[in-house]
């Protein structure tokens, strides 16, 4: 509960954030579409840099210290924009910097959050705490932008960001209150260095034939994703001539099928399999999302939350399912560099997407890179309907390695 209680905060400030970032950029100063791209990029570029070692060195520390230390900092980073802004000192080479920066933070902490979970919740009720905190993102993904917009309105884009620093304060709070004691890490072995406890992870991955499947769908999806995520706010602004205020409004309403999501994965998974769900949720759940690259002008900008709401609604069930299958057959001693080694690719393509929405924006015109993003994101599904899942209807229990990989 204090896990979770402190999350819905500070998603909630980082949902501000994802919104007055890139406005900052589009309404402050001016920037272009491809300078946009690279500011989204440089959010997610940690994952590819370092997402591999954060995860062995997470192995080896207190899971908990180190989510501590990482929203201290970030704490500092966003809390610099609004300072700057406030000096009238605010530039592009800043916006990239500070994003980039949160992002490491946010590698270390997402790895140790993921895997600390399975500490704190038993096999059984992992689906429906996973769901749980899911739903707990996409709340924050409802209510954040809505106040971001609120905040742009009121304060600046820069000067909403303050609700962002201010949200890790509580996120600090309530995770240093959790008590419950970690499985201290394995005794080093003799010879072990930091590449081979990586490779270890990574060799994890690459030989279960089910995870690999897995983490091909969810890095496609996420490069596709990447490209829709890097020209929305412009084609919010631009293309639809929605005021700025008005832009978090709009995207908070598609969250509402992520709050859906986060609700119902546990029961769709019960009623059609907690195995089956994954493929389910990505070719037959998300399939109408293409939507929302046909909004217009007027009573048409609908469309757009509509159609990313089917998008997070889907999204959000294969998330919680695919996370769920993750922690069962995953051994505890390996679970920081799994979800490091996964994060490592399915991040990873996340800023090569937000680069290519960018170009492509410039080069094609940014609606038809959604087009081509959402229906390539739908396609990802294929990756995993195409495995093993396809026979099975239930994820199985945990496993040890000597199986699992097989």
Same mark, same amino acid.
């Given at each position: 509960?204090?896990?979770?209680?402190?999350?819905?905060?500070?998603?909630?400030?980082?949902?501000?954030?994802?919104?007055?970032?890139?406005?900052?950029?589009?309404?402050?100063? @001016?920037?272009?579409?491809?300078?946009?791209?690279?500011? +989204?990029?440089?959010?997610?570029?940690?994952?590819?840099?370092?997402?591999?070692?954060?995860?062995?060195?997470?192995?080896?520390?207190?899971? @908990?210290?180190?989510?501590?230390?990482?929203?201290?900092?970030?704490?500092?980073?966003?809390?610099?924009?609004?300072?700057?802004?406030?000096?009238?000192?605010? /530039?592009?080479?800043?916006?990239?910097?500070?994003?980039?920066?949160?992002?490491?933070? /946010?590698?270390?902490? &997402?790895?140790?959050?993921?895997?600390?979970?399975?500490?704190?919740?038993?096999?059984?009720?992992?689906?429906?705490?996973?769901?749980?905190?899911? +739903? /707990?993102?996409?709340?924050?993904?409802?209510?954040?932008?809505?106040?971001?917009?609120?905040?742009?309105?009121?304060?600046?884009?820069?000067?909403?960001? /303050?609700? &962002?620093?201010?949200?890790y304060v509580v996120s600090v709070v309530s995770i240093s209150g959790i008590r419950t004691r970690e499985e201290p890490p394995p005794a080093r072995r003799e010879g072990e260095t930091l590449r081979s406890r990586i490779a270890e992870g990574l060799r994890f991955v690459v030989r279960h034939r089910i995870l690999r499947r897995v983490v091909a769908c969810t890095g496609t999806a996420n490069l596709f994703g990447g490209m829709s995520s890097a020209v929305a706010v412009i084609f919010l602004v631009r293309v639809l001539h929605v005021r700025p205020g008005l832009v978090g409004v709009i995207m908070a309403g598609s969250a509402v099928g992520g709050i859906a999501g986060g609700v119902f994965a546990g029961r769709l998974a019960r009623r059609i399999g907690s195995a089956r769900i994954i493929w389910v949720s990505m070719l037959v759940f998300s399939a109408p999302q293409v939507v929302a690259a046909a909004a217009w002008r007027g009573w048409g900008v609908l469309l757009f939350p509509l159609g990313w709401g089917i998008t997070f609604f889907a999204l959000m069930v294969y998330n919680v399912a695919q996370l769920s299958y993750r922690?069962?057959?995953?051994?505890?001693?390996?679970?920081? @560099?799994?979800?490091?080694?996964? @994060?490592?690719?399915?991040?990873?393509?996340?800023?090569?997407?937000?680069?290519? $929405? $960018?170009?492509l924006g410039t080069l094609i015109g940014v609606r038809p890179v959604l087009w081509v993003a959402f229906i390539g994101s739908w396609a990802a599904g294929w990756f995993v309907f195409f495995s093993p899942l396809r026979h099975m209807r239930d994820v199985p229990g945990p496993a040890p390695a000597s199986v699992a990989t097989n």
């Amino acid at each position: 509960m204090l896990l979770w209680g402190g999350q819905t905060v500070s998603e909630m400030g980082s949902a501000v954030t994802q919104v007055a970032l890139p406005l900052v950029a589009v309404v402050a100063l @001016r920037a272009s579409t491809f300078q946009v791209g690279l500011l +989204t990029a440089a959010t997610t570029a940690a994952f590819a840099l370092i997402a591999l070692p954060a995860g062995a060195l997470v192995d080896r520390g207190s899971k @908990r210290s180190i989510m501590i230390g990482c929203d201290i900092l970030r704490l500092l980073i966003i809390g610099s924009v609004p300072l700057a802004a406030a000096l009238g000192a605010v /530039t592009m080479a800043q916006l990239y910097v500070v994003a980039a920066a949160a992002g490491v933070c /946010t590698v270390f902490f &997402d790895v140790s959050y993921q895997s600390y979970v399975p500490s704190l919740v038993r096999a059984d009720l992992r689906m429906d705490a996973n769901g749980k905190l899911g +739903t /707990t993102q996409a709340f924050a993904q409802l209510g954040g932008p809505g106040l971001g917009g609120a905040l742009v309105a009121a304060f600046g884009a820069a000067g909403a960001m /303050t609700a &962002d620093a201010i949200s890790y304060v509580v996120s600090v709070v309530s995770i240093s209150g959790i008590r419950t004691r970690e499985e201290p890490p394995p005794a080093r072995r003799e010879g072990e260095t930091l590449r081979s406890r990586i490779a270890e992870g990574l060799r994890f991955v690459v030989r279960h034939r089910i995870l690999r499947r897995v983490v091909a769908c969810t890095g496609t999806a996420n490069l596709f994703g990447g490209m829709s995520s890097a020209v929305a706010v412009i084609f919010l602004v631009r293309v639809l001539h929605v005021r700025p205020g008005l832009v978090g409004v709009i995207m908070a309403g598609s969250a509402v099928g992520g709050i859906a999501g986060g609700v119902f994965a546990g029961r769709l998974a019960r009623r059609i399999g907690s195995a089956r769900i994954i493929w389910v949720s990505m070719l037959v759940f998300s399939a109408p999302q293409v939507v929302a690259a046909a909004a217009w002008r007027g009573w048409g900008v609908l469309l757009f939350p509509l159609g990313w709401g089917i998008t997070f609604f889907a999204l959000m069930v294969y998330n919680v399912a695919q996370l769920s299958y993750r922690q069962s057959v995953t051994p505890p001693e390996l679970m920081g @560099r799994m979800n490091a080694a996964v @994060r490592w690719v399915v991040w990873g393509t996340l800023p090569l997407g937000s680069v290519l $929405g $960018g170009i492509l924006g410039t080069l094609i015109g940014v609606r038809p890179v959604l087009w081509v993003a959402f229906i390539g994101s739908w396609a990802a599904g294929w990756f995993v309907f195409f495995s093993p899942l396809r026979h099975m209807r239930d994820v199985p229990g945990p496993a040890p390695a000597s199986v699992a990989t097989n």
